[in-house]
């Protein structure tokens, strides 16, 4: 396997990249889910990183110099064990990160996708692993953004804004974004994203 802390600059710059990211409520899976629908294929980078540790013998050995060699037993990742080390310091959360963003970048590059999800981009700084040409934020009001999780996670209010609070602000994501998709249920997610659609196909032609 390629090493991972030196990523080959030909690999980012093979491929136009577009990130979509956005606070945990606002609607990223249903915009994935769109372009799925129009052919374009998104990269899940948190499924990802959860398949790369149950399955990549060059991570779980690092995981495993890192941690201990309890993180895995039989080849099974033990979360319980991975959350507490990640619980204990911003340290450790860091060295974590070290380890498993890079080899999820490597993964999509290696990918057919040009596209990928990252609710994290920012505060992990995985945007300056992948250098997106764009960064297409999901945006929805606080109220609505909280509905949807006490109704997806069936948690209650004050949890669902715990969640919320423990994420970067949406303004300063909006802010470190190229483009915006407004879901709050009134505007036309749809036409957003066909808009959205065009302008960057215009503008790869441009740069052809």
Known sequence: MEKRDNL???MIESKMIIAITGGIGSGK??????????????????D??????????????????????DIYKDNVLQKAILAKFLLASE????????IVHPAVALDFFQSPYQWLESAILFESHF???????????????????????????????????????????Q???????????????IADVPQQ??????QIEQEAKTNL
């Open 8 to 10: 080959d600059l030909t």
């Open 29 to 46: 899976s249903y915009l994935s889910k769109l372009l799925a629908d129009k052919g374009i294929g998104v990269y899940d980078c948190d």
């Open 48 to 69: 990802s990183a959860k398949r790369l540790m149950a399955s990549d013998r060059t991570l779980q050995s690092a995981l495993k110099q890192l941690v201990g060699d």
């Open 91 to 98: 340290s450790n959360k860091q060295a974590v990160n070290a």
């Open 127 to 169: 945007d300056r692993l992948i250098r997106p040409h764009k960064v297409l934020c999901v945006t929805a009001p606080m109220g609505i953004r909280i509905e949807r999780i006490m109704n997806r996670d069936h948690i209650t209010r004050e949890k669902a804004m715990e969640w919320i609070a423990k994420q970067m602000p």
């Open 171 to 185: 303004e300063e994501i909006i802010s470190k974004s190229d483009l915006e998709i407004v879901n709050d249920g």
């Open 193 to 198: 994203l066909n808009l959205i659609l065009q």
